[in-house]
């Protein structure tokens, strides 16, 4: 089938909309109209080359959702019209890891950065019109109008599902919410700290308030971010992560933050320091942003880590198993507890979806939407 998507040829370089032909799902496979798609900051950490793919081109986009064209052969579970929510990492429900409750770190998504089929590294679902074969960022490509994606990398939800919001499911809100509640494990009347209120921290924000965070503090150095942050349940909203230590501790008899959580856009090991520094004794850290792959190292104290029992942990999806936790954070949004609109500050086609990126650089959208 004929369709267009944005790709990168190159890292670093620009997304361009190119025509590409999209396989027929094979057994196992579905293919999707897609209806939307969220600009999250890891695309663009792969046109940066923060990110570097194992095949060039790549067609962007992980954060989707979209109706069901066709199915294929012998394959069960889905039928053309259904709605679905993809999930940035797939779930194959059989590995140690699925079947444990830990299905963000299946072992399929050792390919998400090669993106051809999880059973054959050389098997590209999109192709250029020269024949040339095109990866799928993280397996699933949401930048294209169509796309066929394996079934372990989507979620069925109800008919009645907004999907133009619940595209945001599919990475922001299971990665920031799920940073809270999941893996910083947030309690009832913790003092929080969230570093970088985009996307992903936006989502963060309402992860603590749901845990019972009494004090949840956002740091951005965009007024625009902090305000909408406190618009979404955040308690105090600081310019930097200084003036949130400081703020912690004046909450805690100087102890400091029970949870610090970084989302910020480009992380940096000084920024984990900060947040390091930011936490009582037995405090922990939240790692979830990420930055180029070659940076290595976290300049904390290490003294400061085995005497206070500091802890730091990488959070990947918020810890969370989409199979589960997809419906789960629907059912709130749905019951009017999670905000999803709030954070859709504008919406493009997909042909202006490098105004989307320069709009998210500027610091003027919590999270830019493609339309299609
Ligand atoms: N671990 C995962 O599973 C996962 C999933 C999705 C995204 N991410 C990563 O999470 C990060 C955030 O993504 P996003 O889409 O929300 O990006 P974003 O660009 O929408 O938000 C980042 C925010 O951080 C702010 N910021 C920058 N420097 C800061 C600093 N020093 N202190 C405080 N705030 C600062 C920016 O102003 C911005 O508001 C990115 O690195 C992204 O790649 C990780
Ligand atoms: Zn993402
Ligand atoms: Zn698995």
């Avoid at 998400?112 to 024949?131: E, I, M, Q």
């Avoid at 922001?172 to 494990?185: K, R």
């Avoid at 004090?215 to 965009?222: E, G, L, N």
């Avoid at 400091?256 to 989302?263: K, R, S």
């Amino acid at each position: 089938m004929r369709s267009r998507g944005a790709v990168l040829r190159h890292a670093p370089g620009k997304f361009e909309i190119v025509d590409l032909e999209v396989d027929d799902p094979r057994q196992n496979e579905i293919r999707v109209k897609m209806v939307a798609s969220g600009l999250c900051h890891s695309d663009d950490h792969m046109a940066t080359g923060d990110l570097p793919v194992a095949l060039y081109p790549v067609c962007g986009g992980h954060e989707g959702a979209g109706i069901v064209e066709s199915v294929g052969p012998h394959t069960t579970g889905f039928v053309p019209g259904d709605k679905v929510v993809f999930s940035f990492l797939p779930a194959c429900g059989k590995c140690r890891w699925c079947s444990t409750g830990h299905q963000n770190l299946c072992d399929l998504g050792a390919l998400a950065l090669v993106g051809s089929r999880w059973d054959d590294p050389t098997s590209f679902r999109l192709k250029l019109d020269d024949g040339t074969p095109v990866a799928q960022a993280l397996g699933i490509s949401t930048f294209s109008e169509y796309t066929t994606v394996s079934v372990d990398s989507a979620i069925k939800v109800p008919a009645d599902t907004p999907l133009e919001r619940a595209c945001l499911l599919g990475c922001a809100a299971g990665t920031g919410w799920g940073s809270a509640v999941n893996t910083g494990e947030v309690k009832p009347g913790d003092t929080v700290i969230i570093m970088g209120v985009g996307g992903i921290g936006s989502m963060a924000v309402q992860g603590a308030v749901h845990a019972g965070a009494a004090q949840v503090i956002a740091v951005d150095p965009v007024a625009f971010k902090r305000e909408t942050a406190e618009a979404l349940g955040a308690t105090h909203s600081v310019p930097s992560i200084d003036a949130a230590t400081e703020l912690a501790q004046s909450f805690t008899n100087g102890q400091g933050a029970d949870v610090a959580i970084v989302t910020v856009g480009v992380i940096h090991g000084e920024h984990v320091a900060q947040a390091f520094a930011s936490v009582r004794k037995q405090g922990t850290v939240v790692v979830t942003a990420l930055g180029n792959v070659t940076e290595v190292g976290i300049p904390v104290p290490l003294l400061e880590l085995v005497l206070f029992e500091k802890k730091i942990k990488g959070s990947l999806f918020g810890s969370s198993s989409p199979n589960a936790d997809i419906p789960r954070l629907l059912g709130l949004y749905q019951s009017g507890m999670l905000r999803l609109d709030e954070l859709i500050t504008t919406e493009y086609g997909l042909d202006d979806i490098s105004r989307g990126y320069e709009d998210m650089h500027a610091g003027t959208n919590i999270r830019g939407v493609i339309r299609f």
